[in-house]
């Protein structure tokens, strides 16, 4: 590899230090670039969560350009481990891009849902976060009184994460079908109207509208 984890976390520090709504950002796991790298991300709870979500996108473009423009790669976010190679195939990962799976939780309990259906007997948690390294923040805060309180229609927040494919690289019209449908899930178990995007830009403008929609 043209590179390690190392090589960028610079650049990721100086753009985290940037952030007004990310609470924690930080690495699970090896970090081995040869593979993929395991990202868990948090927000601040005062923090819109549309604010929150353009962040993060914005964050991951950057690191796309970035990898681009100084290792001649592509950086690929995907979001659940059982879709990794169906994302990276159809965002064009070739051997030296950079893999990220990235995990995004506005609340800790929404963090616990996610993740308390795969804890084996022995699992829990915090042993599951001790290989937690930040970039940003302090893990202790993901255990914070405000941080686990539930936010409003958090689960669908969810669905809507797990769903979310705008740093990846999918053909168009793909992208449009599954985004579509993605807010026409949400938007049904929301009770609200649903219009569908047409291009790539009001895909992305939808998601942040419709994550204002589930906060209100």
Not at 24 to 43: A, L, R
Not at 59 to 69: E, I, K, N, P, R
Not at 85 to 93: F, I, K, R
């Amino acid at each position: 590899m043209k590179y390690s984890w190392k090589d960028i976390e610079p650049y990721l520090t100086n753009r985290l230090s940037q952030t007004k709504n990310i609470m924690t950002f930080g690495t699970i796991g090896s970090k081995n670039v040869e593979n993929d790298v395991d990202i868990i991300i948090t927000k601040k709870p005062q923090a819109k969560t549309s604010e929150f979500y353009r962040e993060v996108h914005d964050l991951f473009t950057g690191l796309d350009q970035y990898m681009a423009s100084t290792y001649d790669c592509k950086a690929i976010k995907f979001i659940k481990l059982c879709q990794q190679d169906e994302a990276l195939y159809l965002s064009g990962y070739k051997q030296g891009d950079l893999a990220l799976h990235v995990m995004t939780f506005v609340s800790y309990p929404q963090l616990f849902k996610d993740w308390d259906w795969a804890l084996g007997p022995k699992d829990n948690i915090k042993s599951l976060l001790s290989s937690y390294v930040p970039l940003l923040g302090k893990t202790e805060m993901i255990y914070s009184s405000e941080f686990s309180k539930s936010q409003h229609n958090e689960h669908l927040i969810l669905n809507l994460s797990h769903l979310d494919i705008i740093n990846s690289k999918y053909p168009t019209d793909l992208f449009l079908k599954k985004m579509n449908h993605a807010y026409g899930y949400v938007s049904k178990h929301a009770n609200v109207d649903f219009v569908p995007a047409e291009n790539k830009e009001e895909v992305i403008n939808k998601f942040y509208s419709l994550c204002d929609l589930l906060e209100a």
